[in-house]
């Protein structure tokens, strides 16, 4: 193969010329004033067209699907393992999808914020974890699919201290363990 | 020779007698959200010049003074003050020389290596009364120099207080690394002062609350994963370990029976957890609870026939306690705030407990029938109190809103809070039986 070697002996032969005329520029010019003004910046760049686009969709039936577009996990207030109203929407969604995808297996994680001690945080996010068990299997998943751990207050997503980041770390996860496109 | 009074280890162990006392004494429920009455004893002085014997008998008084200034009953006196120089076990202390500088106790004592082995006699002497209260020699292999002064610690505070020492002990805990969202969890295990840390796990496993059988070098503990919970029992002599076996749902919250013949737990079920109980020998399991509440943290008393555990069936965490059988459960905690992790004292006479009120989480002790309740720590986070032996100091986690969390003790008066000297992040302390 001679093309490569030819055009990076082309490149060399430009460079080389290029520091020629740098140097005849320089030796030919008389000493630059001190205060000579900063070049001016290059011009932008108007005529650069922009990177082809790459095309990019969630898989239907993916665990980025479940993530993205469905949502998996819930938040709950101090001490309570009842299921807000306002994560009834996004569990509705998660047993549907779930339907959907029948070969899915998924697992409950529960979590509390750290203003508990661990044992008794244990068996809060146990109650979470399965709260939204039932209420997945309540709206036809089959229990089968859908595991239960508790990680009390091990396992914070929110590092911070304060009521926002214990509202954070209140929560149940749902993660898919196996099935998923 | 005239005794003044006033100044005798006497008078001390009658205003020791009195603080002890005064802890339980007043009406609790009318004080329950009162600090606790720090009492008014002044720690005793004690003289303890360095042991003749070159570098280890100075460093084995370090410990015994450090040990005696953590109790939080003793003062060890500055050695720039010491009139008196170069005593040794042989020789009898210049008394005049001592009570110049107000020292109540003196302990003189030697050390030296005799065919290989560390041979150390002390004597304990009451300063104003000018007599010998203790003279004992301990032998150990030099390398276990820390042991003898743990051994020396004990005696002088059994002979001064009259109850038991706890300084010849260690203290089973998790070893913290990583910020509060990556955190790795090894089991650890550290002399009662802080000494010799080494660790039982690598981490690759979450551990947590570690307990100690109150008659062997054995704990239980449970470990955490995604796919569950398991409880284990390990010996650290022999260094077995074994799981307490499957159970469908989560297990958490292990704790050794005073016989070290049965373990107590949580079992939780489509998210109920009730107490259980194994039999060791039989691996039989009986349920102690049947409640829809939150059952846990279970505690046996002393003598085995009762078990202190937490329930929220009353709508918040509280305190119950029932026959070791599941029998006869009755709420003991009526004061406002959640009540958790509660701990028989070895005695018999307290139950220690993790309060939460107002934004903030205290260490406290009360009765077993739930009167004398008093608060002894508060912060962000204390948790997880762990009694020594003698029942008389407990040790607990403290993790500060931003910080790492640390091991403190407190004694059951409230008035001595010291940091363990631990220099690394730490939680859920164990607190070994006296060694043998």
Same mark, same amino acid.
């Given at each position: 193969m001679t093309a490569p070697f030819n055009s990076r002996a082309a490149l060399r032969l430009a460079l080389a010329a290029a520091a020629a005329a740098t140097l005849a520029a320089c030796a030919s010019k008389p000493k630059p004033a001190p205060a000579a003004p900063p070049p001016p910046p290059p011009p932008p760049a108007e005529t650069a067209p922009p990177p082809a686009p790459v095309g990019e969709t969630v898989l239907p039936g993916s665990e980025r699907d479940f993530v993205v577009?469905?949502?998996d996990r819930v938040y709950f207030d101090f001490d309570k393992y009842d299921i807000r109203t306002d994560a009834q929407p996004l569990l509705e969604a998660q047993a549907a999808w779930l339907k959907r995808y029948p070969a899915v297996a998924v697992r409950i994680e529960g979590n509390c914020d750290e203003r508990g001690t661990r044992e008794y945080n244990l068996a809060l996010g146990a109650r979470r974890a399965n709260a939204v068990r039932d209420f997945l299997v309540a709206r036809g998943v089959a229990g089968d699919r859908i595991s239960t751990v508790s990680y009390g207050k091990e396992k914070p997503i929110d590092a911070g201290t304060g009521e926002e980041a214990d509202a954070h770390n209140r929560n149940a996860h749902t993660a898919i363990t196996g099935g998923a496109r | 020779m005239r005794i003044p009074l006033v100044r005798s280890i006497a008078a001390f162990l009658a205003a020791l007698a009195l603080v002890f006392a005064s802890a339980l004494a007043p009406p609790a429920r009318a004080a329950i959200e009162v600090n606790v009455n720090r009492g008014d004893v002044q720690p005793l002085p004690i003289a303890i010049p360095a042991f003749g014997g070159g570098q280890v008998g100075a460093d084995i008084v370090q410990v015994i003074g450090a040990n005696l200034q953590r109790s939080g009953l003793f003062r060890p006196l500055d050695p720039a003050t010491f009139v008196e120089t170069g005593l040794n076990a042989a020789v009898q202390p210049s008394f005049p020389a001592w009570k110049q500088i107000n020292a109540q106790a003196l302990v003189n004592g030697q050390a030296r290596i005799v065919d290989g082995r560390l041979v150390v006699d002390f004597r304990l002497w009451d300063v104003f009364s000018e007599q010998q209260l203790l003279g004992l020699q301990f032998t150990a292999s030099p390398e276990n120099w820390r042991r003898v002064a743990h051994k020396i610690s004990d005696q002088v505070y059994e002979r001064l207080t009259g109850e038991k020492g706890y300084f010849d002990t260690r203290v089973v805990f998790v070893a913290e690394t990583g910020g509060r969202a990556q955190r790795t969890k090894r089991l650890a295990i550290m002399d009662q002062d802080g000494a010799n840390p080494s660790y @039982? &796990? $690598?981490?690759s496993t979450a551990v947590m609350t570690p307990r100690f059988s109150s008659n062997s070098q054995e704990i239980t503990y449970m470990t955490l994963k995604a796919d569950g919970s398991q409880i284990y029992l390990f010996n @650290? +002599? &022999?260094g077995r370990r074994e799981s307490l076996g499957a159970f469908q749902g989560m297990v958490f919250a292990p704790r050794f029976s005073p016989d070290g013949t049965k373990v107590a737990f949580s079992v939780e079920r489509a998210g109920n957890s009730d107490v259980y109980v194994m039999d060791l020998r039989s691996r039989r399991t009986s349920r102690l609870t049947a409640d829809p509440a939150i059952d846990t943290s279970p505690s046996f008393s002393p003598d085995g026939s009762q078990v202190v555990f937490n329930s929220d069936r009353s709508g918040s965490p509280q305190l119950y306690v029932m026959g070791a059988d599941g029998s006869n459960p009755h709420r003991i905690s009526y004061a406002q705030g959640r009540y958790t992790t509660p701990v028989w004292s070895p005695t018999g006479e307290f139950i220690a407990f993790t309060k939460q009120t107002g934004g903030e989480f205290h260490i406290g002790v009360m009765r077993? $029938?739930?009167? $004398? +309740?008093?608060? @002894?720590t508060s912060s962000y986070m204390d948790e997880g109190p762990t009694w020594a032996p003698n029942g008389r100091v407990l040790m607990f986690s403290r993790e500060p809103a931003s910080g790492a969390s640390k091991l403190w003790t407190v004694d059951v008066t409230g008035r001595s809070l010291q940091p363990v000297p631990y220099p690394g992040a730490a939680s859920d302390p164990a607190w070994s039986p006296l060694l043998q």
């Open positions: 577009n469905v949502g | @039982l &796990t $690598d981490g @650290l +002599e &022999t077993a $029938d739930g009167s $004398d +309740e008093r608060v @002894l």
